[in-house]
């Protein structure tokens, strides 16, 4: 069974940079769509960016475009979540999730539902 394990995250000043990893164990990346989401204390897990089987197509939260850049390397079995020019708002858990072939619409992979595999989540902390 696929195993997801994150880390990158950290505590960083505003303007600053982060590279999230996910780490894939017990099967092979290449079929599945992955999902980067985050939950803030209080808040409901939210879509960040999802990056299709194979890497053809991405998708970004309209607060992250522009700052954020989702790559895979399936060589590797691992999903990257770069993070640049963070703000405050960025902070929380950020999570990656994997979907067995992916949505038939892509716009559904920004949706926590549409995903079976968890990992447990990497802290963000973006402050002065």
């Known amino acids: 069974q696929l195993q997801l394990v994150e880390s990158g995250g950290g505590l960083v000043q505003p303007g600053g940079s982060l590279r999230l990893s996910c780490a894939a164990s017990g099967d092979t990346l290449d079929p599945y769509a992955i999902g980067w989401f985050r939950q803030a204390p209080g808040m409901e897990r939210e879509g960040v960016s999802c990056?299709?089987?194979?890497?053809?197509?991405?998708l970004y939260a309209d607060s992250v475009k522009g700052r954020f850049t989702i790559s895979r390397d399936d060589a590797n079995n691992a999903v990257y979540l770069q993070m640049d020019s963070l703000k405050p708002e960025d902070t929380g858990v950020y999570f990656c999730?994997?979907?067995?072939?992916?949505?038939?619409?892509?716009?559904?992979?920004?949706?926590?539902?549409?995903?079976?595999?968890w990992g447990q989540g990497t802290q963000v902390t973006v402050s002065s």
């Open positions: 999730a994997a979907d067995w072939g992916g949505p038939i619409l892509f716009s559904a992979c920004m949706s926590p539902g549409q995903y079976d595999f």
């Open positions: 990056i299709s089987s194979r890497g053809g197509k991405t």
